[in-house]
Structure formats: structure tokens, C-alpha cells
């Protein structure tokens, strides 16, 4: 089967910047990754999307822009079509071999219970600045019919792991603002959904503590001592108890319990409720995983998969280790998903969202 050319662009929700990749693929089992690239925000673009999260609290109309969210919207446009034209010339890329453009855009509120979830960004802008295809808005459909919208990567990360010859059943863990799961068998469809915090509580942390956007290689956190109490507290929250297919808004966990802490003890101890909400999690699977695979921010902390390997008692690689760009994952899956989209294959499924059978999704805009 003839394999497309596509480039996937990820605004994850740690805000950091956008990640860019090249995949070549028939949307099923063959794939070949290229390069990858990150364009990073500067503090008015954090700024801006943190103003958009926080108006849209009030969203009833996923389509809806008012105020501080049309100028964010407007952002995430131009800081993609510069993030793609400059991957384009960096790497020598012919914009005629690309075939599609898997846009995720920034979620700034994600409501399941409510079949809501809105991402900011507008595909038709973005190809028409590009004067490429854009397959975009790719979790509306699974949410409108009953689905959690999320995660989306299962079926990339299905995908990699079976051609990284992984020992089956392994668990592909995603460390960006919120974790998320994919649980690969040895036969079947994944298993997939969000754990609970990854990166989110800790950079909160650090923004308001030292003006920092993030615990850079855990190096608070390792100077810094678990609270108990605070830890139980956290870990107290009613979503670990609820079956899988589940999902998570970024904010949906308060930093309450840290609050009267020190920075390095608040660190360590939102550190470590990432680690055991990972834990947690095992206890939601269909059989014990061989291995873990650890990709996005987190896996850059060492304090961090420290935990994990604590908290887990299992082996946990990163995903550098396995011969994957991990910092690129998210960005592939999108180049992927923008495939299976234009074939009309699922997107998401019963046990990755919850939704009642496989379901396509997305749009496309041509330039």
C-alpha cells in the first residue's frame, strides 16, 4: 500500500511550545519516522494560552471565541504556520511531497461528561497559510458520541511498539501536562486512558514559587522531602477509583495540599503523586505489563522516572532508550492519525475512549 507523506504538529498541555514531525505511512502497519523539530513559546504566548484555559472555564459552544480566546486562537494559527515553514526549509523538504498536516491545536477545556472539548486553532486557517492540507479537530466526533476524546495516541503507540519487537503486554506512558496510558496486548485493540497529573501540578508550581516554567530535570523536587499527608490527600481524589476508558481536564487536581509546603517539599510531593497515580493505574489494566516505556516531557526528569521505578516495581525505560524520538511521539502520531483520517480508518476505540465502536474522525481543509 502506497505510504503518505505527513507532517503532525502537538501544543501539549504543558504550553511549551510545538512539536513537529515527519512520518511516511499507510496509516496501518508501515511507518518510517523523519525529523523532528520543536518550536518553543516565549513567555506572551504561555501567558496568552493560560488566559485562554482560564476563559474558557465558562464555554458552552466548543466553537465559540469570545475575547481572550480569539486572540489566542489567532496565536496558535501563526506559531504553527511558522513552526511548519520553518521545519520545511531547516530539513530541505519539498512542500509539494507533503501530503497532510495533522493539527491538533491547544486544548484549552476538555469536558467529556458534557460532550465538550475544545481545542483552539482553525485547520482551513492553517492550510490556507501553508497551502497544504490540514486534518484537524480530530477528538469532536468520539466526544459527540459518547466518548471521552482521549488519549488519541493508543494506536501509535500500538503501532511503534509492535515494530520495536517490545515484550507484549507493555504499557507506553505519555508525561506531558496530564499522563496518559496505552496498554498493548499481545493480541487485540490497546487499552488506553489518563492517568492523573504528569507535568502540570510541578510546572504550576514552580511558575508561581520561582518564576519558572518547569522543575527543570527534577532538581527541586530531589532536593525536597515527600509529605505524607499532603501525598494522601492528593491521591484522595475520586477519578483514581473510576473505571477505565477515563480522561482528564489539565486542571482538574488542585495544589491545595502542597500549599503550606516549601517549593523543594511540594515538589517532591507532587512529584511523587504523578508516580503514584501512575501506580494507581496498573489496578485499572487487563493483565500486568513485561515493561514500560516512558515518552513525552517527564521522561526527562530523573527524579521523576526515579519514582516510577519505585512506585511501579516494574521495568521503566524511557523511550529514547528503545530507539524512539520521545520527544517526537505525540508530534508522529498526529502525521499518523492524519492518514488513517483522510483513509476514513478509526481514530479511537471502546477501550481507549469508551466510545461504543471504532470511530473515524477529523476534518479536512484544503488550501
Given at each position: 500500500m502506497t505510504l503518505l507523506r505527513a507532517l503532525g504538529l502537538m501544543?501539549?498541555?504543558?504550553?511549551?511550545g510545538i512539536d513537529v514531525a515527519l512520518v511516511e505511512t499507510d496509516g496501518g502497519s508501515r511507518a518510517l519516522c523523519g525529523p523532528a523539530s520543536f518550536a518553543p513559546y516565549d513567555d506572551a504566548d504561555r501567558a496568552l494560552l493560560r488566559a485562554a484555559i482560564a476563559a474558557a472555564v465558562s464555554l458552552e459552544e466548543r466553537a465559540a471565541r469570545p475575547g481572550v480566546l480569539a486572540q489566542a486562537e489567532a496565536m496558535i494559527d501563526a506559531r504553527h504556520a511558522?513552526?511548519?515553514e520553518g521545519f520545511?526549509?531547516?530539513?530541505?523538504?519539498?512542500?509539494?511531497?507533503?501530503?497532510?498536516?495533522?493539527?491538533?491545536?491547544?486544548?484549552?477545556?476538555h469536558r467529556p461528561e458534557r460532550r465538550l472539548t475544545v481545542q483552539i486553532g482553525d485547520g482551513a486557517a492553517l492550510a490556507r497559510a501553508l497551502g497544504l492540507s490540514v486534518a484537524w479537530d480530530m477528538r469532536a466526533a468520539d466526544v459527540a458520541a459518547g466518548g471521552q476524546g482521549a488519549p488519541l495516541v493508543p494506536v501509535w503507540h500500538k503501532a511503534l511498539a509492535e515494530a520495536a519487537g517490545l515484550p507484549l503486554p507493555a504499557l507506553v506512558l505519555n508525561l506531558g501536562g496530564v499522563g496518559n496510558v496505552t496498554f498493548v496486548p499481545e493480541a487485540g485493540d490497546p487499552v488506553a486512558f489518563d492517568t492523573g497529573p504528569a507535568n502540570a501540578l510541578i510546572d504550576d508550581l514552580m511558575?508561581?514559587?520561582?518564576g519558572v516554567a518547569m522543575d527543570a530535570d527534577g532538581a527541586s523536587a530531589a532536593q525536597g522531602r515527600v509529605d505524607p499527608g499532603a501525598l494522601a490527600a492528593l491521591l484522595s481524589h475520586p477519578y483514581f477509583a473510576q473505571p477505565a476508558p477515563k480522561s482528564l481536564d489539565r486542571n482538574a487536581f488542585s495544589?491545595?495540599?502542597?500549599?503550606?509546603?516549601?517549593?523543594p517539599d511540594a515538589a517532591a510531593t507532587l512529584t511523587?503523586?504523578?508516580?503514584?497515580?501512575v501506580a494507581r493505574a496498573l489496578g485499572h489494566l487487563p493483565a500486568a505489563p513485561r515493561v514500560v516505556i516512558v515518552c513525552g516531557g517527564g521522561a526527562r526528569n530523573p527524579t521523576l522516572m526515579g519514582a516510577l521505578a519505585a512506585a511501579l516495581g516494574l521495568p521503566v525505560r524511557s523511550a529514547d532508550a528503545v530507539g524512539w524520538n520521545g520527544d517526537a511521539v505525540e508530534a508522529q502520531a498526529f502525521a499518523y492519525l492524519a492518514v488513517r483520517?483522510?483513509?476514513?480508518?478509526?481514530?479511537t476505540f471502546p477501550g481507549t475512549t469508551g466510545v461504543e465502536r471504532?470511530?473515524?474522525g477529523g476534518r479536512l481543509s484544503r488550501p
Open positions: 501544543s501539549g498541555t504543558s504550553m511549551d511558522s513552526a511548519v520545511l526549509r531547516a530539513h530541505a523538504i519539498d512542500r509539494a511531497s507533503v501530503d497532510v498536516v495533522g493539527f491538533h491545536g491547544q486544548t484549552v477545556l511558575l508561581e514559587r520561582a495544589r491545595a495540599p502542597v500549599a503550606r509546603l516549601s517549593t511523587a503523586f504523578t508516580a503514584h497515580s483520517a483522510l483513509k476514513g480508518l478509526p481514530l471504532p470511530m473515524t
